[in-house]
């Protein structure tokens, strides 16, 4: 059991912006691809954002691309999601994720999960 831990979650108008937080034990978070999932209300979770081990690489879905910016700080073994322009349909919870040494947007390849954190965006 790795414990990922989601903050930073709220409801926000249309047009406004959040930043999510996730924090991971040091012998997990350093090592590994870090990524953002999210679970709409009666949907699919799907990819978000995905960012490499030191930070040099990091992926999108297309859907978030131009608004939404991931990071990391090693250091302090938190992983974050600068999200503007948010738009209603960003609505959903969102989790944060390891894959190892993975790129992928695949959940079934995913080793931990955080247990979410909701984001409403209101119209």
Not at 57 to 70: L, M, N, W
Not at 105 to 116: E, K, M
Request: with cysteine; charged share 20%.
């Amino acid at each position: 059991q790795v414990d990922l831990v989601e903050s930073g979650g709220g409801l926000v108008q249309a047009g406004g912006s959040l930043r999510l937080s996730c924090t991971a034990p040091g012998r997990i978070f350093s090592s590994n691809v870090m990524n953002w999932f999210r679970q709409a209300p009666g949907k699919e979770r799907e990819f978000v954002a995905r960012i490499s081990w030191n930070g040099d690489s990091t992926d999108y879905a297309d859907s978030v691309k131009g608004r939404f910016t991931v990071s990391r700080d090693n250091a302090k073994n938190t992983l974050y999601l600068q999200m503007n322009s948010l738009k209603p349909e960003d609505t959903a919870v969102y989790y944060c994720a390891t894959t190892g040494t993975i790129y992928t947007r695949h959940t079934d390849l995913v080793n931990y999960w955080g247990q979410g954190t909701q984001v409403t965006v209101s119209s």
